[in-house]
RNA sequence: GGCGCUAUCGUCUAGUGGCUAGGACGGCAGGUUCUCAUCCUGUUAACCCCGGUUCGAGUCCGGGUAGCGUCACCA
């Protein structure tokens, strides 16, 4: 029974990376019958987004993650337990305040002083301070790297655990959380490697159990260094606007980092719940290449019913179109999607009359007698359906003599003026007879144009 | 620069001293087909380097090299 949590600052949208954050603790604690707990970080007041919190929530129920209880760090700060923590640490010893100007570690450069100057002024308020000891080890088991990583506390500084303000430090309040939620396993981004040493020290000296933990490997951006806002497409609601599904994004996410002992890559978020197993976590950086998403998210798409896709596709949709001519279409697209997004552009032709390309028909001669024997053909035509419409229709091509690719190519320009179409029968079905006829009739008509120009 | 982590096909990975180093995506080729796509088949391509341990190292150890992270009163 594993306890865990997901403990997301609200400084912006869920990006990909917290999205692993979350499913690997919620996987793990659901695999083992355990909690899921999320707490909001929301100690740095200048980084707070508004509406972060509904955010970043609101994301991760589209992805089926559900929290067993709740937790937001400012209404804890509130009932003062990490200023109570804190004190604990000053009168055991552990703390001290400091009165030293925050500093900007960008214009610092590399050149801190480990050790505070106002640790020995005995100073009664300020900033609080972890006082760090000398000479001594600290090591914990990582369990996703499943190895000792041990420190000098001759290189780790002197943490501040509560600012000026008052508020806590992610320092402070993690640990202390951690601790008071009765956390068994923290998994967390890779960047918080350096500073497990102060957080060791905490958990010590505030006492109790202390988690298991765990540090993920960090996502690499395709063109080098760490996933980033300025270089990559991040946020998980872009994915989704851009047709992505949530089954998709999930899998593709889940295997970022981690693989069962079978290889298997089709994972819904239940089946990882049961299959989750922490030895499967990678100890390398993965690159975010996203081509297989892109075959996640076809898969995913081909799985799921024509109905569900109408309801989908349907932010990519103009208002007026009615969910029976999408039911018609979908079927004859749906192997083509790789994106919901991609919906408008392969169905243009069904909403609206395609433009004439001369360049299209590469032979315009013999194009012109193919469609009109294709017009003389389908005006023949009395049962408008599939089987009425292709009947007896390719051995008649092939007895006339001509190609039949050539034919249907022809045909398929003049229809959706795309050399790139669903199969041209089942198209003209559901355009209707009267639609169908008419275009082949224009194109038919700018063809003499073009000739006799 | 200090501290720390990592290292198998282009990418995601399996591998836990004895394998022709496997799978998936992508790429390429072929099949199916009225085009594209789907689907099917085949194919491509990897153990970072150097030492050591061992009868035997992708697997263990050491050293290089490279990549990554981090050095805030941000998380």
């Known amino acids: ?34 909690k899921f707990i999320l707490r909001i970080e929301d100690t740095d007041r200048e980084r707070y987004v508004e509406g972060g919190i509904e955010a970043i929530k609101n994301t991760l129920e589209k992805f089926g993650i559900s929290w067993d209880e709740y937790y937001v760090q400012s209404e804890r700060k509130a009932a003062g337990i990490y200023a109570k923590a804190a004190e604990k640490l000053i009168s055991s010893g552990h703390a001290f305040y400091c009165q030293c100007a925050a500093k900007n570690a960008k214009e610092e450069g590399f050149s801190n002083q480990l050790r505070d100057p106002c640790r020995d002024r005995g100073y009664i308020s300020g900033a609080v301070k972890l006082k760090i000891p000398d000479n001594e080890t600290v090591s914990y088991h990582d369990f996703v790297l499943d190895k000792d990583v041990s420190w000098s506390t001759d290189t780790v500084y002197d943490a501040t655990l509560l600012k000026s303000d008052g508020f ?35 958990f010590q000296y505030l006492g109790g159990v202390r988690p298991e933990i765990g540090h993920l490997t960090d ?9 980033s806002k300025r270089k990559d ?42 299959a989750f197993d922490p030895k499967g976590f990678q100890k390398s950086n993965p690159v975010f290449h996203t081509e297989k998403l892109d075959w996640f998210n076809g ?44 919906f408008p552009r392969l169905t243009s032709f069904f909403f609206s009359l395609p433009v004439f390309d001369p360049a299209l028909f590469t032979a315009p001669d013999a194009d012109l007698l193919l469609l009109s024997s294709a017009y003389d053909y389908l005006t023949s ?29 022809a045909l398929r320009i003049a229809v959706c003026g795309s050399r790139f179409t669903p199969p041209i029968t089942d198209t003209m079905v559901v ?19 073009k000739i006799k120009n």
Not at 431 to 449: C, M, P
């Open 1 to 34: 029974m594993v306890r865990t949590r997901f403990a997301p600052s609200p400084t912006g949208f869920l990006h990909i990376g917290n999205l692993r954050s979350a499913v690997y603790p919620y996987a793990w604690a659901k695999n083992t019958g355990g």
């Open 168 to 202: 806590p430090t992610y320092h402070l309040a993690a640990m202390t959380d951690d601790l008071d939620m009765q956390i068994s396993h923290i998994i967390r981004g890779h960047d918080w490697m350096p500073s497990t040493p102060i957080h060791l020290l905490v």
């Open 219 to 227: 996502i690499q951006s395709p063109k080098g260094g760490k996933l």
């Open 233 to 274: 497409s991040v946020f998980c609601e872009t994915f989704l606007n851009d047709g992505y599904l949530p089954d998709a994004l999930l899998n593709f996410v889940i295997l970022l980092g981690w693989a069962p002992k079978d290889n298997r890559e089709l994972f819904t978020l239940s089946e990882f719940v049961r």
């Open 299 to 342: 898969h995913y798409i081909r799985q799921i019913s024509d109905t569900e896709i109408t309801r989908l596709v349907k932010p990519y949709v103009k208002n007026d179109v009615e969910d029976t001519k999408l039911m018609q279409i979908i079927p004859l697209i749906k192997d083509r999607l790789v994106k919901l997004s991609d």
């Open 381 to 409: 035509v009395t049962d408008w359906s599939k089987t009425g419409i292709e009947t007896g229709w390719t051995d008649n091509i092939k007895a006339s003599g001509r190609k039949v690719g050539d034919f249907f190519m």
């Open 431 to 449: 355009l209707g007879r009267d639609e169908v006829l008419t275009r082949i009739r224009q194109t038919i008509d700018n063809l003499k144009l």
